[in-house]
């Protein structure tokens, strides 16, 4: 079956799927951004589990569970602050997906959901960091069949924007006449 993939406006932390994808940093104890909601709507279970991994290197993953989320399990991938450009940022990027998507898959998970990793508080800008996590997602996806569905989870109307365009998605809720 060919995976899908979507993008959509929403809060990561309410998604009923299989895993979502946290933006964390090294020490994997929480931070400010979707990092912090997550571990809010978790509960301190999370932060529990978190503090058994040994932090996390920038473009590697670690998985968890969900707790007192709707999401089964949380993959934390911590991606790189953005310095310009030229300091590896896109290979560190691309790599948060991969290595996402390579935990996702040998844990059975077939829907899971990405927030704009290193997008906020790292500053990334969104246009490289979509046009490369669109791309670098449609290239892992042929080697996981068992992924079915990644979804592109978008805090803001423009980053959503962003993606759909990427995507070729049709805007949402557009009436004939509208
Ligand atoms: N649902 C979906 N997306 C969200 C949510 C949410 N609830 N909240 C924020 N975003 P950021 P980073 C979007 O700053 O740039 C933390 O302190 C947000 O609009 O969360 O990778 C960590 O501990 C943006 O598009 O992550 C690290 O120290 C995207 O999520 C640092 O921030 C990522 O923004 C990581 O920075």
């Known amino acids: 079956m060919t995976p899908s993939l979507h993008a959509l406006h929403a809060d990561i932390t309410t998604l009923a799927i299989d895993a979502i ?3 964390a940093n090294t020490s994997l104890l929480g931070g400010g951004g979707v990092d ?3 571990h809010r709507a978790a509960g301190p279970e999370l932060l529990h589990e978190c503090r058994a991994l040994g932090g996390c290197a920038t473009g590697d993953a670690k998985i968890t569970r969900g707790y007192r989320l709707q999401a089964r399990h949380v993959i934390h991938t ?10 590896g940022e896109p290979a560190l990027l691309a790599s948060c997906y991969r290595r996402s ?16 990793i290193s997008t906020g508080i790292y500053g990334y800008p969104i246009g490289p960091a979509a046009e490369l996590a669109v791309a670098t997602v ?30 070729g998605d049709a805007p949402p809720n557009r009436l004939p006449n509208s």
């Open 138 to 167: 449609r290239a892992c996806l042929q080697e996981f069949a068992a992924i079915d569905k990644v979804m592109f989870c978008c805090f803001s109307r423009s980053d959503l924007a962003v993606y759909q365009n990427l995507l």
């Open 101 to 116: 998507l390579e935990i996702a898959a040998l844990n059975g998970i077939a829907t899971l959901a990405f927030p704009g």
């Open 78 to 87: 911590v991606g790189p602050v953005w310095r310009g450009g030229a300091s």
């Open 36 to 38: 912090g909601a997550i």
């Open 21 to 23: 994808v946290n933006a």
